[in-house]
Nanobody
Framework: VQLVESGGGLVQPGGSLNLSCTLSGTYFGLYTLGWYRQAPEKQRELLATTTGGGRAIYADAVKGRFTISTEDAKNILYLQMNSLKPEDTAVYYC???????????WGQGTQVTVAS
């Protein structure tokens, strides 16, 4: 199982980015999918999760600004980030957790920097 992320970068405050995470070696239907981030000297925090079917749960810090979604046919997980703030600066990670087994996998991380 492998997760490959892309889409990070430098963006001005108020801007948008769309992160993607491609899963290979298995398929989405067995997993709960999520996005996390870790800022310097801070713990990794959960941002959003989905089990498919359009259902999602968001952390208060990103609710209304970030949207988690999937393209199931291609095994791609997305995180659309709008109205970005400097405090959103962090390394962003995708994660999949098996719904029935203790298996969990992480992407390699992608840096998001929000600065003017």
């Amino acid at each position: 199982v492998q997760l490959v992320e892309s889409g990070g970068g430098l963006v001005q405050p108020g801007g948008s980015l769309n992160l993607s995470c491609t899963l290979s070696g298995t398929y989405f239907g067995l997993y709960t999918l999520g996005w996390y981030r870790q800022a310097p000297e801070k713990q990794r925090e959960l941002l959003a999760t989905t089990t498919g079917g359009g259902r999602a749960i968001y952390a208060d810090a990103v609710k209304g600004r970030f949207t988690i979604s999937t393209e199931d046919a291609k095994n791609i997980l997305y995180l659309q980030m709008n109205s970005l703030k400097p405090e959103d600066t962090a390394v962003y990670y995708c994660n999949v957790k098996h719904n029935y087994l203790p298996d969990t996998y992480w992407g390699q991380g992608t840096q998001v920097t929000v600065a003017s």
